[in-house]
């Protein structure tokens, strides 16, 4: 797996970062798993690395809390599988295109 992979702001060209990582980690590294740093960005204003995490909640107390293109990019990438399915085996399907695309 990949530990903290990720630490860019949670705007659309983070959300493109993130789930461009999670395709190249499977494709370049082999590696199925993907530790997000930090998976909530919940700390006060005028702290470094403001919006830096897979979701925002600047008031947790107050229930308010920002879903991110990183949540949906992860949805679309993780979630519509279903049980059994596979990653093909490189070579056999998954890899790097000829193009470097």
Request: proline share 4%; glycine share 16%; aromatic share 18%.
């Amino acid at each position: 797996w990949a530990s903290e992979d990720y630490s860019t702001l949670d705007d659309l060209r983070g959300g493109g970062c993130w789930i461009r990582l999670l395709n190249r980690n499977f494709v370049n590294g082999n590696m199925t798993s993907t530790i997000s740093w930090s998976l909530i960005a919940s700390w006060y204003y005028g702290l470094p690395y403001p919006g830096c995490g897979l979701m925002t909640a600047y008031q947790p107390w107050s229930g308010n809390y920002v879903v991110s293109s990183t949540i949906w990019g992860s949805a679309h990438t993780c979630q519509f599988t279903s049980p059994g399915w596979f990653y093909l085996k490189h070579g056999y399907g998954s890899g790097n295109l000829d193009g470097g695309g």
